[in-house]
């Protein structure tokens, strides 16, 4: 890593994203002797609150904060710096890590810490579910129940997904679904609803072809039927949908309401059971370090 003009550099780090061994304050600190910039690592503890976080901004008034963790520990952060213009980077450190990889980030830490220090950033828009800032993917139905499965499993990573998607699938029934998106009334019978910010779930599975963080609208991907085939396809072969199982709209905005209470999780966080649904887009919320030369 070349020296470059000096920054000011905020980590927050999450010790408890993905069971992962790395000591990241040493790695971190280890990785910056000899170069000028000024760091602050702070990190989260049960005791933490968004307010002693925003007061360490606040004080250390940071140029960008790196977020040291996976995807709830990203949303955490984010929600702090939507429209302040701070640049936002992920060192992964989760089980999942679907925004990283959204982004392109390096899974490699020292990769990771060059990108989080010479990336451009790129401004995307985020989607407000509720009162949930949504960074990456929200769903009701079939995957929200499998979250609240995999939580039990022993295994993780994909296979662990494979497991409790095996057993959600001959247990949950399909929803009746009223969506509210461009205007028009949809009335579905579905496995799963997905508000799609991004393209990949963190396991892997392409949810949403069409997906693309810089534009002005996000995608509602209404699965009828779930099936072994329309797995594998998500999972593997990343090949066309059929459309008689699989329905995909885009907008900015859209409201669900469900007949009975359904399985609800935001950016992989489990968030128990809802009836009804608001989204919508914040355009140009927040500016992500990727990786590239800065112009």
């Known amino acids: 890593m070349q020296n470059r003009a000096a920054l000011k550099m905020l980590f927050i780090i999450n010790p408890g994203s993905g069971n992962n061994p790395t000591d990241w304050p040493t790695l971190i600190t280890d990785h910056f002797k000899g170069h000028s ?71 490699e830490a020292v990769a990771a810490l060059d990108t989080a220090v010479g990336g451009s950033t790129v401004c995307i828009h985020l989607v407000k579910i509720n009162d949930e800032l949504c960074i990456h993917l929200a769903d009701i139905g079939f995957n929200a129940f499998v979250i609240k499965k995999f939580e039990t499993e022993a295994s993780r990573g994909m296979w662990g997904y ?65 099936s072994l085939a329309e797995l594998y396809k998500m999972m593997v072969t990343h090949l066309s949908y059929n459309p008689a199982k699989t329905e995909v709209y885009q907008t900015s905005s859209l409201t669900i309401a469900s007949r009975v209470k359904a399985h609800f999780q935001v950016d992989g966080e489990y968030l128990g059971k809802v009836t009804h649904l608001d989204a919508r887009i914040l355009p140009a919320a927040i500016n992500m370090i990727v990786p590239g030369e800065t112009a």
């Not at 963790?69 to 980077?89: E, R, S």
Request: hydrophobic share 45%.
């Open 162 to 226: 494979i497991k409790a998607a095996w057993k959600v699938l001959w247990e949950q029934p399909r929803m009746q679904v009223d969506i509210k998106v461009n205007g028009k009334l949809i009335k579905r019978s579905a496995a799963m609803v997905v508000i799609a910010n991004a393209t990949k779930y963190g396991s892997g599975a392409l949810i949403n072809p069409d997906g693309n963080l810089q534009d002005d609208v996000f995608e509602v991907i209404v699965v009828k039927k779930i």
């Open 37 to 107: 910039h000024i760091l602050k690592i702070y990190q989260l503890d049960d005791k933490c609150t968004t307010d002693m976080i925003k007061a360490t901004m606040e004080q250390f008034k940071p140029d960008r904060i790196i977020a040291v963790g996976g995807d709830g520990t990203v949303k955490l952060v984010a929600a702090m710096l939507v429209n302040t213009g701070i640049p936002l980077g992920i060192l992964p450190a989760g089980s999942a890590n679907g925004m990283a990889k959204e982004l392109g980030i390096p899974t």
